[in-house]
């Protein structure tokens, strides 16, 4: 798929995430050598669904009050209806989207996970998709939204729901290999 030796990914999640969106890319990402960080609010692990039953529980390696921007090169949002509720509400998660989007870093998200991104105040003038359910919330955020299994959009790439993540992962690796952190020169 690519090669991402080095690269710093931090998929930020919660109890509720939809597990198959956050454990398909996490081994895509990790297959493709990247360095990956679960982040949540809290210490231990964190409870995925399989849509409505309990799923795999992940453990988390830092919280979200406990990063910086620097330490990461790409975020992955995964969805689930509770996940992405519950980030959406965290000043926490809101700034550090906002410093990755400040520092043209890419972002991975799918499903519900766009609702982060638009608590996050940028999602106005972007082109995305996300779960048919939220796309009203995109365009009253200013964001234009398009029913496509994927939408790449600069340093943003997103799709609709479980059945696209081999679609997501291949693009998600895409643009995390050939962004700036990736690219950018190792000392020696």
Not at 23 to 51: D, R, W
Not at 118 to 140: E, M
Not at 162 to 167: C, E, F, H, M, Q
């Amino acid at each position: 798929m690519g090669n991402l030796a080095g690269f710093r990914v931090a998929i930020l999640a919660a109890d509720g995430f939809e597990e198959s969106e956050l454990i398909e890319p996490l081994h895509a990402l990790e297959n493709a050598g990247a360095e990956v960080t679960i982040v949540s609010l809290k210490e231990g692990q964190i409870q995925g669904l399989k849509h409505a039953e309990k799923g795999e529980r992940v453990k988390v390696d830092r919280t979200l009050r406990d990063i910086w921007v620097d330490e990461f090169d790409g975020v992955m949002l995964p969805g689930g209806v509770l996940n992405a509720d519950t980030l959406r509400t965290v000043p926490e998660m809101r700034a550090f989207l906002q410093a990755i989007q400040d520092a043209g870093k890419p972002i991975a998200a799918i499903c519900h996970a766009p609702w982060e991104l638009i608590s996050a105040g940028i999602v106005r003038g972007r082109t995305l998709t996300s779960y048919a359910s939220i796309q009203d919330d995109i365009v009253n955020a200013g964001g234009a939204w398009v029913d496509r299994e994927v939408v790449e959009d600069r340093n943003w790439v997103t799709s609709r729901q479980p059945a696209d993540l081999p679609a997501f992962n291949a693009a998600m690796i895409r643009l995390f290999a050939r962004s700036e952190a990736h690219v950018r020169p190792t000392s020696t």
